[in-house]
């Protein structure tokens, strides 16, 4: 599993409240990612990471901010939290250096509800 | 990055050979083709990835044609834990970019 966790696993929230969602990772890997995932789709990407203070956008990332102050921590925040919100969250690195350097893999994902 | 092109699903029976194809007609030189798996209430976990010909592991096989503009997963005699969403995706495997995921195909094994 690479060594990754997701804080918390759950969580409901009411609308217009800030959420941060927290990924931590212990084998000091560069490259990290947060996706969401809604019924029926694949996955999306949010945001992600080349290291630490270095971040950029993806598809899907109004409504998101990242940050990136520790190599093994990235944080996800909703700063203002809406029903549309109301998501699978998943964080993923990639390993790199190795014969399948394009290999990700991810956390077990936040459920998180947004009422 | 290259679009990808997938059935949205699949039935299969126990014990058979099972093929998904994936279109990538734009894919370019640089880019390898992977697929992941996904099990429901988990993140996808990665399969295999290949850049030309064919590429073999213990879990399945990845034909390539000459053209690359497609691909193949073939997953040799499935039981019932196969059953999940199979992902194909098109990109470079180096440098600063991210993984775009589809839809992907939902294989469905029945006994």
């Known amino acids: 599993d690479a060594g990754i966790t997701q804080s918390p696993r759950h969580k409901v929230t009411e609308t217009g409240t800030p959420v941060t969602l927290r990924c931590h990772q212990t084998?000091?890997?560069?490259?990290m990612y947060w996706y969401r995932q809604d019924p029926g789709h694949g996955l999306r990407l949010i945001h992600y990471?080349?290291?630490?203070?270095?971040?950029d956008k993806g598809e899907v990332s109004d409504g998101y901010s990242v940050s990136r102050s520790k190599t093994e921590d990235f944080l996800l925040t909703l700063e203002s939290a809406t029903s549309s919100q109301t998501s699978v969250y998943f964080c993923?690195?990639?390993?790199?250096?190795?014969?399948?350097?394009?290999?990700?893999?991810f956390g077990p994902g936040t459920r998180l509800t947004v009422l | 990055l290259a679009k990808t092109t997938q059935p949205i699903s699949m039935d299969s029976y126990e014990g058979q050979e099972v093929n998904i194809t994936c279109s990538h007609n734009?894919?370019?030189?640089?880019?390898?083709i992977t697929w992941y798996q996904q099990f429901p209430s988990q993140g996808p976990r990665f399969i295999i990835q290949?850049?030309?010909t064919k590429v073999t592991n213990e879990v399945a096989s990845l034909f390539i044609p000459a053209d690359r503009k497609s691909s193949t997963l073939s997953l040799p005699r499935v039981s019932l834990s196969d059953t999940a969403v199979y992902y194909c995706?098109?990109?470079?495997?180096?440098?600063?970019?991210?993984?775009?995921f589809g839809s992907g195909t939902r294989l469905q094994v029945q006994p």
């Open positions: 084998e000091n890997h560069r490259y």
């Open positions: 734009n894919i370019a030189t640089n880019d390898y």
């Open positions: 995706l098109v990109g470079e495997v180096t440098g600063r970019r991210a993984l775009t």
């Open positions: 290949g850049y030309k």
């Open positions: 993923a690195i990639r390993r790199t250096g190795t014969v399948r350097s394009d290999e990700q893999f």
């Open positions: 990471s080349y290291g630490v203070k270095d971040t």
